[in-house]
């Protein structure tokens, strides 16, 4: 089931850089997208979300942009910190789906370097 | 700031054995569910729980599994009887009422389950 795409596994950026991130999606259904954030031993943490009516959400350092045409979005990160170094996980939930059930993409590793 | 709590963080078992996990999600919360992560593998879904029943599950959940909500605090996932492929780690999570609200999860830190 590939639904949910992030076709990066890593990502190295500087510091003070920005970092953007990039997710695929199938399923023309999905009406909701959000980012998460995990570290290691722990659970993801969600980080911003944007509904299919909208094209961009923002909320600090962090930009969601959504591009239903390419049925794609993207996280952008600026300035990146050293603490922004995580897995990040795109999720996607459908207007059919229950509340709360997200696909899943198979995450992108960041690593921001000093 | 809120949060979900499980435990136990770690559990190893044998074949055949059932285990419980448990989960404490955040209080005011009404919807909870159960996703696992496979090593290697993407966060999937498992079960998703309201008003004191499921309401949705995926194929993955099946006669093996079972949740329950046995007061006003737990959540728990009962695997009846543990199979290798069953060795992943489950995050329980919760989220409140209105339509974004119910989609966005809190989940808890996890319970790594290892079946031997």
């Known amino acids: 089931d590939q639904q949910v795409k992030q076709n990066s596994p890593s990502l190295s950026v500087q510091e003070g850089r920005i970092s953007i991130l990039n997710c695929d999606y199938t399923?023309?259904?999905?009406?909701?997208f959000l980012w998460y954030k995990k570290y290691p031993a722990e659970g993801p943490t969600f980080l911003i979300s944007i509904s299919s009516i909208k094209d961009k959400n923002e909320d600090g350092r962090f930009t969601v942009f959504l591009n239903k045409s390419a049925k794609h979005l993207s996280l952008h990160i600026v300035p990146s910190q050293p603490g922004d170094s995580a897995v990040y996980f795109c999720?996607?939930?459908?207007?059919?789906?229950?509340?709360?059930?997200?696909?899943f993409g198979a995450g992108t590793q960041v690593v921001v370097t000093p | 700031e809120p949060e979900v709590t499980q435990t136990p963080s770690h559990q190893v078992t044998q074949m055949g054995q059932e285990v419980i996990l448990r989960c404490v999600p955040i209080s005011n919360h009404l919807y909870f569910y159960w996703y696992r992560q496979i090593l290697g593998q993407k966060v999937e879904f498992l079960v998703s729980?309201?008003?004191?029943?499921?309401?949705?599950k995926s194929e993955i959940f099946d006669d093996q599994f079972s949740v329950e909500r046995p007061d006003g605090s737990n959540f728990t996932l009962k695997i009846r009887s543990t199979k290798l492929e069953d060795s992943a780690m489950y995050f329980c999570?919760?989220?409140?009422?209105?339509?974004?609200?119910?989609?966005?999860?809190?989940f808890g830190a996890g319970s790594r389950l290892t079946v031997l």
């Open positions: 729980f309201y008003n004191n029943e499921i309401s949705e």
């Open positions: 999720a996607a939930s459908g207007a059919t789906d229950s509340w709360g059930k997200l696909q």
């Open positions: 999570a919760s989220s409140g009422t209105g339509a974004s609200g119910a989609n966005v999860l809190t």
């Open positions: 399923n023309s259904m999905f009406d909701y």
